[in-house]
């Protein structure tokens, strides 16, 4: 039985049951399969037969968990990767050549901008940023060798909003690949598809995930586009494990229940910060202080996990500010059960030159909390005393 509710999808779609009539899908740690006899392997690698082959090409539980990505998103086609990050090498390596150029948003994830300055380019694919109040000017900046238009929103680590729609129209008109990675939204808040995105990209290591257990990665989208990127994943072999793909298929069947619980701890402990004396301000989508709080509503159900405040007193502060919390864990990864802080410009953007982190409003005092799973006015309670201490 089919059904248009997300949540349905995320549980109800399953590889077909074995001999045993198990309810819960098992795990097939398997890196090969076999053939019927010559005639059956001949066409299986013809690719005249959809089956699995090998491992590094497909897998059941790989599969399964490609196919819930799929429906949620509403993509045709996926593959799933080790990570996130060979999600998005794969992804560009797949489909760009010598020469092209991406124009991509100027907030993204830390290692894709270090793919798009130092890695790529030695394959002379070259990219130039643009920023989030620039978004209706992309037109202006669009080259010649142009080939993609790349973004995340929410941005990293401001929670700045793009305007998906918008972006996709104009990718549309100067027929550009559009390419969003969906990881802080997720498919439940929001699906980038329907604003015109071609391809959408996650970490699923994160909300996906959800329990900060495993890496992973999928790229959705349109059947042409996945099918050269599946035949050079095939080829390179970036592929998901098949133990993963059954965590995170498991994973995604509460995934729905897991995100409604925490944007609304995230709403209720971003009102909190925005009373506080010790900060300055407060960025979350579904404030209505955010910037484009009304752009947030239209399009996404919810303002999602993560939260960016301003703690007064700068770099020093929000040092203080990470040494004095005690239930949070500092760490590098979001999107997982334990609520998370960091202070971006005294950690993971601390190399980046100071301008360029005030043009992604990395200020000096800035921190993000991952809001987990933890009763919220436990997290409140660790926030307020590190705010006065
Ligand atoms: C974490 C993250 C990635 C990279 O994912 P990994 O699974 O860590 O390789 C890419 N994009 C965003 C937005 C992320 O948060």
């Not at 539980?61 to 996130?84: D, H, I, Q």
């Not at 095939?234 to 059954?246: E, Q, V």
Request: include cysteine.
């Amino acid at each position: 039985m089919s059904s248009e509710y997300i949540e349905t999808k995320a549980i109800r779609t399953q590889i077909e049951r074995s001999q045993f009539l198990e309810h819960s899908s098992p795990l097939y740690l398997t890196s090969s399969y076999i053939f019927d006899d010559a005639e059956d392997m001949r066409a299986s690698f013809a690719d005249e037969k959809k089956r699995n082959i090998y491992s590094r090409y497909s897998n059941p539980n790989t599969s399964e968990f490609v196919e819930k990505v799929c429906l949620m998103e509403g993509a045709e086609r996926g593959y799933a990767f080790a990570s996130g990050m060979s999600a998005v090498f794969s992804t560009f390596a797949a489909l760009l050549n010598a020469g092209d150029h991406i124009l991509s948003c100027r907030s993204i994830f830390g290692s894709t901008q270090t793919l798009f300055n130092n890695i790529l380019p030695k394959w002379n694919i070259s990219t130039s940023y643009f920023k989030i109040e620039e978004s209706d000017l992309i037109e202006n900046v669009i080259q010649t060798n142009t080939k993609v238009i790349y973004a995340e929103s929410p941005t990293n680590p401001a929670v700045d909003i793009l305007d998906l729609q918008r972006i996709g129209d104009l990718a549309k008109k100067h027929n550009l690949l559009f390419i969003i990675d969906n990881c802080f939204a997720t498919p439940y808040l929001q699906q980038p598809i329907k604003f015109g995105a071609d391809l959408v990209i996650h970490s699923a290591t994160k909300l996906m995930d959800g329990q900060g257990r495993v890496l992973g990665g999928v790229t959705v989208g349109t059947e042409d586009l996945i099918q050269k990127i599946y035949l050079f994943s095939r080829n390179t072999g970036p592929a998901l494990s098949p133990f993963n793909a059954w965590v995170l298929s498991k994973s995604l069947e509460t995934l729905p229940v897991r995100v409604d619980r925490h944007c609304d701890s995230a709403l209720k402990i971003a009102t909190f910060l925005e009373t506080h004396e010790n900060v300055n301000f407060v960025k979350y989508p579904f404030l209505k202080s955010h910037p484009q709080y009304e752009l947030a509503k239209q399009q996404m159900k919810l303002g999602g996990s993560i939260i960016a405040f301003e703690i007064k007193g700068g770099i020093e502060a929000g040092r203080q500010f990470l040494n004095s919390i005690k239930l949070l864990s500092l760490s590098a990864n979001l999107g997982d059960t334990r609520s998370i802080v960091t202070h971006p410009a005294s950690t993971t953007h601390a190399k980046i030159p100071e301008s360029i982190r005030l043009e992604t409003g990395i200020t000096a005092g800035l921190i993000r909390i991952s809001v987990g799973l933890e009763h919220p006015e436990d997290i409140i309670k660790d926030l307020k005393q590190a705010l006065e201490t």
